[in-house]
C-alpha cells in the first residue's frame, strides 16, 4: 500500500512541477493565447485523479489543501470544459 501512496504523491508531484514549469513567467493572457499551454489541463486531471485515491490519514496530514475541490475539478475537466473559466485554471 505505501508504494501505491508513494507513486501517486509522485505523479501529483510530477504534474505539479510540469504545471509550475511551463506556466513561469506567463500570464493568464498568454494561456489564454497560447494552444500549446492548454494540455496542461492534462495535468490538473493527473492531480486530482491521483487525490481520490489518497488515503484520508494522508490528507490529513495537509488540511490547508482544499481536498474536496481538487477531487472535483478533474470531473469539471471531463465533463464540463466548455463552461470552466480560464481564471479557474
Same mark, same amino acid.
Given at each position: 500500500? /505505501?508504494?501505491? =501512496?508513494? *507513486?501517486?504523491?509522485?505523479?501529483? @508531484?510530477? $504534474? =505539479?512541477?510540469?504545471?509550475? &514549469? /511551463?506556466?513561469?513567467? +506567463? %500570464?493568464?493572457?498568454?494561456?489564454? &493565447?497560447? #494552444?500549446?499551454? @492548454?494540455? !496542461?489541463?492534462? $495535468? =490538473?486531471?493527473?492531480? %486530482?485523479? $491521483?487525490?481520490? /485515491? !489518497?488515503?484520508?490519514?494522508? +490528507?490529513?496530514?495537509?488540511?490547508? =489543501?482544499? #481536498?474536496?475541490?481538487? +477531487? $472535483?475539478?478533474? &470531473?469539471?475537466?471531463? *465533463?464540463?470544459? *466548455?463552461?470552466?473559466?480560464? &481564471?479557474?485554471?
Amino acid at each position: 500500500m /505505501a508504494r501505491e =501512496i508513494r *507513486h501517486l504523491l509522485d505523479d501529483m @508531484r510530477a $504534474a =505539479i512541477e510540469g504545471i509550475e &514549469n /511551463a506556466t513561469a513567467g +506567463k %500570464s493568464l493572457q498568454d494561456y489564454q &493565447n497560447d #494552444w500549446l499551454l @492548454r494540455p !496542461l489541463q492534462r $495535468a =490538473i486531471e493527473i492531480i %486530482s485523479e $491521483a487525490s481520490r /485515491a !489518497l488515503p484520508d490519514e494522508i +490528507k490529513a496530514l495537509r488540511p490547508e =489543501i482544499p #481536498w474536496p475541490q481538487v +477531487k $472535483a475539478i478533474g &470531473n469539471v475537466l471531463r *465533463h464540463e470544459y *466548455h463552461g470552466l473559466s480560464d &481564471n479557474i485554471l
